[in-house]
């Protein structure tokens, strides 16, 4: 089955650092979502990538898929105390649901 | 910004007893899920629910699993007869039908079986 998997699973960066996750996937999709999870909260959707585009931007986030190499990432640079955080990748493909990866615990110390 | 609303947001329920978990979607959205987390897990598929019935579900989703969306705009999950690995956060998420498209989810329910 497709399925997500970032690494690392915990990332520990400075404020103003970048902070880059990545996230691997097993079968075809045809879009690659970021979710963000504060502690003991939602999801909060971040943005969408689709099989056909190689680079999205939205603010101080960047987004990249390899779908040769079945991989993405995530960069948030310029990071914040407020960034702290789980993220998530999550793999879709036509109507299937969504499917989850591990996640990645980012701490951003001030 | 429209949200998918969950509720409660903490349900506490013994060992056996019936738990039914509610969600408002986000009212244009046709297509429903609910997915859970277990504490320090992965957020798992559990079901997905589009034209008044289900349209997939996972291995997780067993008998002892129903959902139902029974007016307009409420979308329920029970759970008959809880068990203590049940517990977990509950999400509900709801989405368009234009693919490709962001899901949105709700805030959760933890529910807690003790």
């Known amino acids: 089955s497709q399925q997500g998997e970032e690494d690392p699973q915990a990332l520990s960066i400075q404020e103003g650092e970048n902070a880059t996750m990545n996230c691997s996937y097993k079968t075809s999709i045809n879009n690659l979502q970021w979710y963000r999870q504060n502690s003991g909260r939602g999801l909060v959707h971040l943005i969408l990538?689709?099989?056909?585009?190689r680079e999205k931007h939205s603010g101080r986030l960047r987004v990249t898929l390899d779908t040769s190499k079945k991989s993405s990432s995530l960069l948030i640079t310029a990071s914040r105390a407020a960034d702290t955080a789980s993220y998530f990748c999550a793999t879709g493909s036509g109507n299937t649901p969504l499917v989850f990866g591990k996640g990645t615990r980012l701490s951003v110390i001030a | 910004e429209p949200e998918v609303t969950q509720t409660p947001s903490h349900q506490v329920t013994q060992m056996g007893q019936e738990v039914i978990l509610r969600c408002v979607p986000i009212s244009n959205h046709l297509y429903f899920y609910w997915y859970r987390q277990i504490l320090g897990q992965k957020v798992e598929f559990l079901v997905s629910f589009y034209n008044n019935e289900i349209s997939e579900k996972s291995e997780i989703f067993d008998d002892q699993f129903s959902v139902e969306r029974p007016d307009g705009s409420n979308f329920t999950l029970k759970i008959r007869s809880t068990k203590l690995e049940d517990s977990a956060m509950y999400f509900c998420?709801?989405?368009?039908?234009?693919?490709?498209?962001?899901?949105?989810f709700g805030s959760g329910t933890r529910l807690t079986v003790v």
């Open positions: 998420a709801s989405r368009t039908t234009v693919l490709p498209v962001g899901y949105t």
């Open positions: 990538i689709r099989s056909n585009e």
